[in-house]
């Protein structure tokens, strides 16, 4: 499984873009980019997924280079309900099922 | 829609003794996981079920560890005796394998907190 680098902590302030680049440079060709959204005492929560290029929901963006060795999640304008655990996983390129490895994180504090 | 919920949210009990999770995850969702949190480390992944079989077992720590899913339904993982180590917060997450080219992302419940004293 391919392993995940991203950054132990951001902060920002409301209303700014936030973006986490997360770096998986061994993902393999038929793996997906998840993101995952934590609050305390809660399970992870999916944000978005993507294969290759931009992919865009009502809540965030991910961008992915030609080389999927990294991705950038952009959360546009944050509020302070989003600071949360931010999770990169790079996984389920088999139909066996899509066992995710989950690393450190992102803590994203958002301030007033 | 209802979510993945488990059950119990909190459990604490001794060492030695034996503590049953649930797990009852998406109707219709046929593949369903079971990953820990233990003393504020990363999530690791357990085991795989796809309906009632055992897809893969390989993060299971030990022999103490049973996981069931009888009926491709709910899901049950005991332990049996707990150790201390096995303090935690146990998840669960279902999905639904729309088609071999479409990925379906892994949905959570709360977990269930695991003292062990």
């Known amino acids: 499984l391919a392993k995940t680098t991203q950054p132990i902590s951001m902060d920002s302030y409301e209303g700014q873009e936030v973006n986490i680049t997360c770096s998986h440079n061994?993902?393999?060709?038929?793996?997906?980019i998840t993101w995952y959204q934590q609050f305390p005492s809660q399970g992870p929560r999916f944000i978005i997924q993507g294969y290759k290029t931009k992919v865009t929901n009502e809540v965030a963006s991910l961008f992915i280079p030609a080389d999927r060795k990294s991705s950038t999640l952009s959360l546009p304008r944050v509020s302070l309900s989003d600071t949360a655990v931010y999770y990169c996983l790079v996984g389920g390129g088999n139909n066996a099922g899509n066992m995710l490895t989950f690393g450190g994180g992102t803590r994203l504090m958002v301030k007033p | 829609e209802a979510g993945v919920t488990q059950f119990p949210s909190h459990s604490v009990i001794e060492k030695g003794q034996t503590v049953t999770l649930r797990c009852d995850p998406i109707?219709?969702?046929?593949?369903l996981y079971w990953y820990r949190r233990v003393m504020g480390k990363e999530i690791k992944f357990l085991l795989h079920f796809v309906k009632e079989s055992k897809q893969d077992e390989s993060g299971m720590p030990n022999n103490r560890f049973l996981a069931e899913r009888t009926g491709g339904t709910y899901s049950t993982l005991k332990v049996q005796p707990a150790e201390l180590e096995d303090s935690g917060v146990y998840f669960c997450a279902s999905s639904q394998e729309l088609n071999t080219e479409v990925r379906s992302p892994l949905h959570f419940g709360n977990g269930t907190r695991l003292t062990v004293t």
């Open positions: 109707s219709g969702h046929d593949n």
């Open positions: 061994n993902i393999a060709t038929n793996d997906y």
